[in-house]
């Protein structure tokens, strides 16, 4: 039996990042960059500095791969009428590798049944666009535990602006002080201060190789777990 469903819960809504909270993306995402690359011959990236890109969403994270290899300005990518049919190439290429070496952290479905069967509201708030958001969480059979999913394109701005959880708590009718954003990188933690809510970080994911107690979140969990258990 599940001791910890029958406990009343601390926060009325959580909120949730997804790549590197919830589930491992990077190997796949990596895969993605670099198949892309090959198609135009321009070299290759390591796992590590892939790592350290993810976090503002996936046309930023190829921009920096594009300004690496061709050791030019982030600046003079954006503008570069050669960028559009790399990003399509590379939509083509994540698309196909969407699932196939992503896998979710220890913990993260029974934490999450636990929640739902508490009655606490569920989110996702990624800057991942919302193509590659529906597929991962399709693969991962996530779908069906969230009460909302907002993407990196589902409003016209992004992390770390608040407009994200602002609109889940107002879908929710939940209160500042009764919810909690959990996540694994400063962008996270400065949504959630932006938004005047909770943050309790992972330490596991991606946070462009800085360690997350430098963020200074409320708290730092060492797992999923820790989160169906009080302060």
């Not at 589902?154 to 959880?165: D, E, F, M, Q, R």
């Not at 400065?190 to 997350?212: D, S």
């Amino acid at each position: 039996m599940n001791t910890f469903a029958k406990k009343q819960p601390e926060f009325d809504a959580i909120l949730f990042d997804l790549d590197g909270t919830l589930i491992e993306t990077a190997p796949e995402i990596c895969d993605a960059v670099n198949d892309t690359l090959a198609n135009y011959d321009m070299g290759f990236v390591s796992q590590e500095l892939v790592n350290n890109w993810i976090g503002h969403g996936t046309r930023e994270l190829l921009i920096q791969a594009l300004s690496f290899v061709g050791k030019t300005s982030e600046e003079k990518i954006r503008q570069s009428p050669g960028l559009k049919p790399i990003a399509a190439e590379f939509d083509r290429n994540y698309q196909k590798r969407c699932g196939t070496r992503s896998h979710l952290y220890p913990h993260v479905r029974e934490v999450l049944a636990t929640l739902r069967a508490q009655g606490v509201k569920l989110a996702v708030v990624t800057n991942k666009e919302g193509r590659y958001t529906q597929t991962i969480l399709e693969v991962h059979k996530l779908t069906d535990q969230f009460d909302a999913v907002i993407s990196g394109d589902t409003l016209s701005v992004k992390k770390p602006n608040p407009a994200g959880i602002q609109h889940c708590l107002d879908q929710f009718g939940v209160p500042k002080e009764r919810a909690l954003f959990v996540g694994d990188s400063s962008i996270d933690v400065a949504t959630a201060r932006n938004a005047g809510i909770t943050v309790w970080a992972l330490p596991y994911g991606y946070n462009m190789g800085q360690p997350i107690e430098s963020c200074a979140p409320d708290r730092v969990i060492a797992d999923f777990l820790a989160i169906l258990k009080p302060c």
